[in-house]
């Protein structure tokens, strides 16, 4: 059972290059989501999908964009990378009926993105 | 936004020592969760409470919620070195996400 798989582990980029985080899942979890973890912050709310179709912005979305076509997948995207968006991204999915979370949030393993 | 504050943000122990970690919350939390991330891996989901003065225990490890639901605790019982890594408490933000403490990082010596 892969469970939250996320690509690619590490990642260097330059000022102004646009790149793509993926995500997907096999378990049919209607909900999705994208953290940031910096040291001393925690983690970070990026974006999140309750299901296909669905995405709204969490508490820092500037700078990200995302789209959930389907359940399994929920790309993140960097148009632009500045050094601000060095970080570690976790994908995490999550049972979620009627847009209420329902329990357990299931990570990735994460990706190590550098933007120089 | 809903936010939950977690306390110390930092700990050592010497092995065998007692540890207990806090997380408050302003407002009323419909159920709070806890995971754990080792070092330089991923948040894993330890537990769920959604009572209020609910307590769980798993081996060590012992939470609690509070009588009103803005508080809870992780206490671990006679740390090993196995249980180095951030202990991140998380609350419900809006219906749908959560919203996580800032951990608080345990360093274990042997």
């Known amino acids: 059972n892969a469970g939250v798989t996320q690509t690619p582990k590490f990642q260097v980029l330059k000022t102004g290059q646009s790149m793509t985080l993926q995500c997907a899942q096999d378990?049919?979890?209607?909900?999705m989501s994208w953290y940031r973890q910096d040291p001393g912050m925690g983690l970070r709310l990026i974006h999140y999908?309750?299901?296909?179709?669905?995405?709204d912005q969490g508490e820092v979305p500037n700078g990200y964009n995302v789209s959930r076509s389907t359940t399994e997948d929920f790309p993140l995207r960097l148009l632009s990378a500045a050094p601000s968006q060095t970080s570690v991204y976790f994908c995490?999915?999550?049972?979620?009926?009627?847009?209420?979370?329902?329990?357990?949030?299931?990570f990735g393993e994460g990706s190590r993105l550098t933007v120089l | 936004g809903q936010q939950v504050m977690q306390i110390p943000q930092y700990q050592h122990v010497q092995e065998g020592e007692d540890f207990t970690t806090y997380c408050n919350s302003s407002?009323?939390?419909?159920?709070i969760q806890w995971y754990k991330q080792r070092p330089g891996g991923h948040p894993v989901f330890l537990i769920q409470?959604?009572?209020?003065?609910e307590v769980k225990k798993q081996k060590r490890l012992t939470f609690q919620f509070g009588e009103a639901k803005k508080n809870s605790s992780l206490h671990i019982t006679a740390t090993q070195t196995t249980d180095v890594g951030t202990y991140f408490c998380?609350?419900?933000?809006?219906?749908?996400?959560?919203?996580f403490g800032k951990g608080t990082m345990l360093l274990v010596s042997p």
């Open positions: 409470l959604v009572k209020s003065g």
């Open positions: 999908s309750v299901g296909a179709g669905i995405t």
């Open positions: 998380a609350g419900p933000a809006g219906y749908s996400t959560l919203t």
């Open positions: 407002t009323t939390l419909s159920n």
């Open positions: 378990m049919n979890h209607e909900y």
């Open positions: 995490a999915s999550g049972r979620n009926v009627a847009g209420l979370n329902t329990g357990e949030l299931f």
